[in-house]
């Protein structure tokens, strides 16, 4: 059975980081691009970033560029998004998705981990 765990959200300060992480079991990671979306309340969800299978190309909103890196190691099945910078507009739950490519709709979503930005 296809799964995904995120771990790493949770309250962090104006200007904190965050390291959120997706594990994968149930499938091979290899052969899907993963991305990480978020939704703010009462918002729909946004993709913040993602990454192709082999890892050598990666996108980003325009909201987190220069802030956010994207990153995966096949070998541990694990995806992983580092935040710096962080800013109370990023809050949200983030979830971790699988797709072909990058390109396709989101074939797969994750359980979400919430992160809170707030002094």
């Known amino acids: 059975q296809l799964q995904f765990v995120e771990s790493g959200g949770g309250l962090v300060q104006p200007g904190g980081s965050l390291r959120l992480s997706c594990a994968a079991s149930?499938?091979?990671?290899?052969?899907?691009?993963i991305g990480w979306y978020r939704q703010a309340p009462g918002k729909e969800h946004e993709r913040v970033s993602c990454?192709?299978?082999?890892?050598?190309?990666?996108s980003y909103a325009d909201s987190v560029k220069g802030r956010f890196t994207i990153s995966r190691d096949n070998a541990k099945k694990t995806v992983y998004l580092q935040m710096n910078s962080l800013k109370p507009e990023d809050t949200g739950v983030y979830y971790c998705?699988?797709?072909?490519?990058?390109?396709?709709?989101?074939?797969?979503w994750g359980q979400g981990t919430q992160v809170t930005v707030s002094s």
């Open positions: 149930g499938f091979t990671l290899d052969y899907f691009a």
């Open positions: 990454v192709s299978t082999s890892g050598g190309s990666t």
């Open positions: 998705t699988a797709q072909p490519r990058c390109s396709d709709p989101v074939a797969y």
